[in-house]
């Protein structure tokens, strides 16, 4: 669905952002796998997917700092010279109640997962062509909120007006903004929930399971290619029914 694309996705040494590349590269979109601290990981994520006949590098560049994302927009606007698709995924989480929440814990939530879609989107926004993809991964807790997350939730839910009013910015360059909103995903960012909170996570989803990454990825694809053209500014929650 996607031959003759090239995509570039953040944080995509693991987890959602693996599967994302991967299923682009069965797609056969060119991929560019942007990472933060795990070369090596990154490097065999790009080993992995060029089994699928595609080209693909991967690039470091810390998403919160503005510095590195423009070297890294240099970078690829040399190697590939567009970016049909820009899949903003890179995040992390720094729970804490409010009351005892530091700043610090704070700072580097809104930085990574929404100050870096604001970098990585503005930087890398001259390379997309018309009728150019940019997806950004918000999450649930954006719209519900969610007990000692007060920085995570603030920045996700950012993610949604950022993709709303964006997508009235580029609709003439028939450019689509979206955003997807997971509910409970099985990777590491979630691999410490103790035992019996993912037991109650897991009974109050309507399918009674948590989503893979592939689950996540497919709707990715499906926002990338041209089947989705008519669908702009729109939040996709793939939650298997935890927040209806
Ligand atoms: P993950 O397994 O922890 O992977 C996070 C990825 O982000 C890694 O590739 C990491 O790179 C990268 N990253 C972290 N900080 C970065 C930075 N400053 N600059 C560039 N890359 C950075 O997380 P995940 O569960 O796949 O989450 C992916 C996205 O989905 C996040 O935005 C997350 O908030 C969202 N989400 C996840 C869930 C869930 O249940 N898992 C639910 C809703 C939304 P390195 O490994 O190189 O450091």
Redesign the pocket.
């Known amino acids: 669905m996607l031959k003759g694309k090239t995509a570039l996705i953040?944080?995509?040494?693991?987890?959602?952002?693996e599967a994302i590349a991967v299923e682009f590269a069965k797609n056969n979109a060119d991929v560019i796998i942007?990472?933060?601290?795990?070369r090596d990981?990154?490097q065999k994520v790009v080993d992995k997917i060029k089994k699928y006949g595609v080209r693909a590098i991967a690039v470091q560049?810390?998403?919160?700092k503005i510095d590195e994302v423009k070297k890294m927009a240099d970078e690829i606007q040399k190697e590939f010279r567009k970016v049909d698709i820009l899949v903003n995924?890179?995040?992390?989480?720094k729970d804490r109640t409010l009351k005892n929440m530091t700043m610090d814990e704070w700072h580097a939530v809104i930085n990574?997962?929404l100050n870096?879609i604001f970098y990585v989107t503005k930087s890398i926004l001259p390379l997309i062509p018309e009728g150019g993809r940019i997806i950004s991964?918000s999450?649930i807790?954006g719209q519900y909120g969610n007990f000692g997350q007060t920085n995570y939730a603030a920045a996700?839910a950012g993610i949604i007006g950022f993709t709303k009013s964006l997508a009235k910015e580029l609709g003439k360059k028939k450019i689509t903004v979206n955003a997807i909103a997971?509910?409970?995903?099985r990777?590491?960012?979630?691999k410490d929930i103790p035992f019996f909170r993912r037991k109650m996570l897991n009974h109050m989803i309507a399918l009674k399971e948590e989503a893979e990454?592939e689950d996540i990825a497919d709707v990715v694809v499906f926002l990338a290619s041209a089947k989705s053209r008519y669908i702009t500014g729109a939040v996709i929650n793939v939650d298997g029914g935890l927040a209806i």
Do not use: H, L, W
């Not at 560049?61 to 919160?64: C, K, L, N, P, R």
């Open positions: 953040t944080g995509a040494s693991r987890g959602i952002g942007n990472y933060y601290s795990d990981e990154a560049a810390d998403v919160s995924n890179a995040g992390i989480a990574t997962n870096g991964i999450s807790v996700k997971p509910g409970f995903v990777t590491a960012i979630t990454p």
